[in-house]
């Protein structure tokens, strides 16, 4: 079978009718997710607040990272412009959700859909750049998240000044628009820095910065085990794993570990994907019971020898 054959194939799993059904997308949902997600940073932030001077403050400052970090969901759910019935919540929500990780969504739009387009073709997949670890010293320089923000620096220099020789997934009527965007988000980051620096306040350090950094190889991790390990081909139902994560990270993340379920019906907003799942579980190659588990069997794989290249 073709791999051209294979995604249509897996692409007819759910008739017609239901797959509408499935994928109309509702404000009131999206918004009551995203009240339920700033509401948990709201509590971090006073448990910060109130932990300032003891040994509570690290532990709340990671559990601010991860609330952080989890926005990423919102960001993936707002480029599909599934979060939201509306268009516009959908751009604003994403611009917003993607300033603590140094994401500009209105570039991550275009990489993204470029991911779907091409997902797992190591020549197009720009998520396979840099490709998956090779070591085990690559799989923990990768978890550590170093890379990442190094390359998210990287990425918001470039892109400012209109470079795209590294974002040739872009279409050339969309990188003025990207490079606005990046811009008014580095402007963001000045006004808010600039603003804490003349009051003499170190907030951005403690509810963000330090949180952010904390939080992002919990991220790193999790995004490791959407693809690692499956084949590398146009058929969505190996392609790409679902795993079976408990309630609580199902609600931070959008109900994101229903990965392979998004992947083949990318329509299908975030609160109809549990019913999806229930629908094509039967023929998914890839289902986890967990995270930890995934992330031993993929180390497990890996070879011994130190490496930090991928």
Same mark, same amino acid.
């Given at each position: 079978?073709?791999?051209?054959?294979?995604?249509?194939?897996?692409?007819?799993? &759910?008739?017609p009718?239901?797959?509408?059904? +499935?994928?109309?997308?509702?404000d009131?949902?999206?918004?009551?997710?995203?009240?339920?997600?700033?509401?948990?940073?709201?509590?971090?932030?006073?448990? &910060?607040?109130?932990?300032?001077?003891?040994?509570? +403050?690290?532990?709340?400052?990671?559990v601010q990272?991860?609330?952080?970090?989890?926005?990423?969901?919102?960001?993936?759910?707002?480029?599909?412009?599934?979060?939201?019935?509306?268009?516009?919540?959908?751009?604003?929500v994403?611009?917003?959700?993607?300033?603590?990780?140094?994401?500009?969504?209105?570039?991550?739009?275009?990489?993204?859909?470029a991911h779907?387009?091409?997902?797992?073709?190591?020549?197009?997949?720009?998520?396979?750049?840099?490709?998956?670890p090779?070591?085990?010293?690559?799989?923990?320089?990768?978890?550590?998240?170093?890379?990442?923000?190094?390359?998210?620096?990287?990425?918001?220099?470039?892109?400012?000044?209109?470079?795209?020789?590294?974002?040739?997934?872009?279409?050339?009527k969309?990188?003025?628009?990207?490079?606005?965007?990046?811009?008014?988000?580095?402007?963001?980051?000045?006004?808010?820095?600039?603003?804490?620096?003349? +009051?003499?306040?170190?907030?951005?350090?403690?509810?963000?910065?330090?949180?952010?950094? +904390?939080?992002?190889?919990?991220?790193?991790?999790?995004?490791?085990?959407?693809?690692?390990?499956?084949?590398?081909?146009?058929?969505?139902?190996?392609?790409?794993?679902?795993?079976?994560?408990?309630?609580?990270?199902?609600l931070?993340?959008?109900?994101?570990?229903?990965h392979?379920?998004?992947?083949?019906?990318p329509?299908?907003?975030?609160?109809?994907?549990p019913a999806?799942?229930?629908?094509?579980?039967d023929?998914?190659?890839?289902?986890?019971?967990?995270?930890?588990?995934?992330?031993?069997?993929?180390?497990?794989?890996?070879?011994?020898?130190?490496?930090?290249?991928?």
């Amino acid at each position: 079978m073709t791999d051209a054959s294979a995604s249509m194939e897996s692409n007819r799993l &759910i008739a017609p009718a239901e797959l509408k059904a +499935l994928s109309v997308r509702s404000d009131a949902r999206g918004f009551a997710q995203f009240a339920i997600h700033l509401g948990l940073i709201g509590l971090s932030s006073y448990a &910060i607040w109130r932990s300032q001077g003891t040994l509570w +403050l690290l532990p709340a400052m990671l559990v601010q990272g991860l609330f952080l970090v989890s926005l990423f969901a919102t960001i993936h759910e707002t480029v599909h412009y599934t979060a939201f019935k509306s268009r516009r919540a959908n751009d604003i929500v994403g611009w917003l959700a993607a300033l603590p990780s140094l994401l500009n969504s209105t570039f991550y739009k275009h990489f993204h859909h470029a991911h779907h387009r091409h997902t797992q073709d190591p020549a197009r997949d720009p998520e396979l750049t840099p490709p998956p670890p090779r070591s085990r010293g690559a799989f923990w320089w990768r978890i550590s998240a170093i890379p990442y923000w190094i390359n998210r620096s990287r990425s918001l220099g470039r892109l400012a000044i209109g470079n795209f020789k590294a974002a040739g997934f872009v279409p050339e009527k969309a990188k003025a628009e990207v490079v606005t965007s990046v811009r008014l988000m580095l402007a963001a980051y000045a006004a808010i820095l600039g603003s804490a620096i003349a +009051l003499g306040s170190a907030w951005p350090v403690f509810y963000w910065i330090i949180p952010a950094v +904390l939080g992002q190889p919990f991220l790193r991790a999790y995004l490791l085990t959407e693809h690692t390990g499956c084949s590398e081909d146009a058929n969505g139902l190996t392609n790409t794993r679902t795993t079976l994560a408990s309630w609580p990270v199902r609600l931070l993340m959008w109900n994101m570990p229903y990965h392979a379920e998004h992947h083949l019906y990318p329509s299908i907003p975030f609160h109809a994907l549990p019913a999806a799942h229930d629908k094509l579980r039967d023929r998914l190659v890839h289902v986890a019971p967990g995270y930890a588990p995934t992330l031993r069997s993929i180390h497990a794989d890996l070879g011994a020898a130190p490496g930090r290249a991928a």
